[in-house]
């Protein structure tokens, strides 16, 4: 007897394909898709009707189309909708164990902010507005007061990212002109965004001093002449020179650069404003204490050790940041009311810093003790190993979180989690695992080391979003 026809429909035999005429046309799979057309309109179901069609026809051409996939049009035509209105941008899940995660969206938003965005975002605002005087007024003078109360400063203003604070700093205080920096700090950080880059965009000229590793305050002496505009300071946050070194302070560089009538610019990046040190971290610069030292220009980051939107506030004197406030391309750097409005409401936090702990996500995530999350990881355990047998092992193990962000790269902060292992000890197993863990309706990040996924549970505020998903993976994992 003869074997039925057969072709292959996603890698497996199926009998009896449909032809193309079999397709129905575009106006009948809309009607019948009548209610879809109505939730969504016509215009997004038709377009993605005919990718659909298309698709189908092409398969039932090279007869590898299942006569059950055209009775299953209107389902599969709902799901595509749904799937292309989905976002792109996504919550996930981050047990990587770096707590303030750049390509994970680093700090997360204290609830204040939250609240404070929202209440903004429905309702027109005083953005531009002086209520007082009933006029135009400045979106800088809603932030400076504080900025200026939290660090010190005489003057403040903020733009869209430190980056930008540099760049914009650099700019108008030394475009055209020459800016001193020490070799030591000409650093690079993420998407290869140089500083020697940085002053040719600025439109400065770079002068080097000092060698890699040592760097003296005769160096920047000599180093000056009647063309230089400014010397800067770069906190080299993402990495650490060791042993036979030397650098110039703030507060010793300071009289060097005001005996020549010169500002000095410090760029700190990771933007702590509380000494971290009170809570057994190791301590960072503060802008304060830059300020306190003589430096006329501060900048750093919102949305790294600070706790905020993404943001570069400068701080200093008024000479200083009122130069950088009236140079033309403030405007284009300045920060929009989205992350203005979520900026000011984390820096009012730092107004009562007994409750920062409390109140703000990243310093909880970084003091949470390394027995609080071994409970976890333990409470955790038996679920997740019920959940990924028998293809994979599950135990609980310490582990070392860090800071993240280019923050004090090379200081650990004692962790615990899980670490699961591949059965046969394959690493294509262990890789699918990790691709099923993404694919979750809210994706979890880990990490694999020693051919082992592991999942940190410092930043694991609600566990329920973890085990919530676990019949999930195990479907997936099937």
Request: aromatic share 2%; glycine share 8%; net charge neutral.
């Amino acid at each position: 007897m003869a074997a039925p026809e057969e072709s292959v429909v996603h890698g497996s035999k199926a009998q009896d394909p449909a032809a193309p005429k079999d397709l129905p046309a575009l106006d009948k799979l809309l009607r019948d898709c009548a209610p879809l057309v109505a939730e969504h309109g016509h215009t997004l179901v038709a377009r993605e009707a005919r990718v659909l069609l298309d698709t189908l026809r092409t398969r039932a051409v090279a007869g590898g189309l299942p006569r059950s996939d055209i009775d299953a049009l209107p389902q599969t035509l709902a799901a595509q909708v749904h799937d292309r209105l989905q976002p792109k941008l996504r919550a996930v899940l981050n047990l990587t164990g770096t707590v303030i995660h750049t390509n994970l969206g680093r700090s997360l938003l204290a609830d204040a902010a939250l609240q404070q965005v929202l209440a903004l975002m429905v309702s027109p605002n005083n953005l531009e507005f002086d209520l007082q005087a009933g006029g135009r007024g400045d979106r800088d003078d809603l932030i400076e007061s504080l900025l200026c109360e939290l660090t010190g400063a005489e003057a403040a203003t903020v733009v869209n990212n430190n980056a930008a604070a540099v760049l914009l700093g650099i700019a108008a205080l030394a475009g055209g002109k020459e800016a001193i920096v020490s070799r030591g700090e000409l650093v690079e950080i993420g998407g290869a965004f140089r500083m020697p880059d940085v002053m040719a965009a600025a439109g400065a000229t770079l002068v080097e001093v000092g060698t890699t590793n040592r760097t003296h305050p005769r160096d920047y002496e000599g180093a000056i002449t009647p063309r230089t505009g400014l010397i800067v300071k770069v906190h080299t946050s993402n990495y650490q020179v060791q042993g036979f070194t030397a650098a110039v302070d703030e507060a010793t560089l300071a009289p060097i650069a005001h005996a020549a009538n010169l500002p000095l610019m410090t760029d700190l990046g990771s933007g702590a404003l509380v000494d971290l040190s009170q809570w057994g971290l190791p301590a960072e610069p503060l802008p304060q204490a830059m300020l306190a030292a003589g430096c006329d220009v501060v900048t750093f980051s919102g949305d790294k050790l600070l706790g905020g939107p993404q943001a570069g506030l400068i701080v200093g004197s008024k000479a200083a940041v009122g130069r950088i406030r009236k140079f033309p391309m403030k405007r284009a750097l300045r920060l929009s009311k989205l992350p203005f409005a979520a900026l000011e409401a984390t820096l009012r936090l730092y107004l009562r810093p007994e409750r920062l702990v409390q109140d703000l996500p990243t310093l909880r995530h970084l003091t949470r003790s390394q027995a609080h999350i071994a409970e976890l990881a333990q409470r955790l355990l038996p679920a997740v190993a019920a959940a990924v047998a028998p293809r994979y092992t599950v135990e609980t193990v310490a582990l070392q979180s860090q800071i993240g962000s280019g923050s004090l790269p090379v200081e650990r902060l004692p962790s615990a989690g899980l670490a699961i292992s591949a059965a046969d000890g394959r690493g294509r197993t262990l890789e699918a695992l990790a691709v099923a863990l993404r694919g979750l309706p809210r994706p979890v990040i880990g990490r694999v080391n020693d051919n082992r996924l592991l999942l940190d549970l410092r930043c694991l505020d609600e566990p329920a979003l973890l085990t919530g998903q676990l019949a999930a993976l195990t479907e997936a994992l099937a």
